[in-house]
């Protein structure tokens, strides 16, 4: 189901590009000053399904799919304003998802031990220089 919720996006946005072996790249510094600055620029962001397919992928995230859920919450971040660079983000979640597609999480039936890491990006948050997780 969830593949086929998303399977729109692959066609349309990745079908013939290389797939992403990380949900988001560490290139990928998004901020409030690459939001569209005109109106012209807001008009062709306006054509773009971004918050249909962030909504997809926070679907996929929330049932399925873990693993994409910092790489969401960045890129939701902008869903009032996305730009150019906010849309790039979201092709690069969905050519990792194009390209883990097969990939699952399994649990065996052995005794499991929960473990938890956190890490912060130390002022990651580059228009609040905030640090988050």
Known sequence: MVKDRLKV?????VDNAK??????A???????????????EREEMNKVP?????GSLMYAMVCTRPDI???VGVVSRFLSDPGKEHWEAVKWILRYLR???KRSLCFGNENLKLIGY???DMAGDVDSRKSTL
């Open 9 to 13: 996006f692959f066609f349309a946005v």
């Open 19 to 24: 797939p992403a072996h990380v949900p988001i």
């Open 26 to 40: 560490g290139h990928f510094k998004l901020s409030k000053s690459q939001c569209p600055k005109n109106e012209e």
């Open 50 to 54: 971004y918050s249909s397919a962030v």
């Open 69 to 71: 859920g910092y790489a």
């Open 99 to 101: 390209g883990t597609a």
């Open 118 to 120: 956190s890490d912060s």
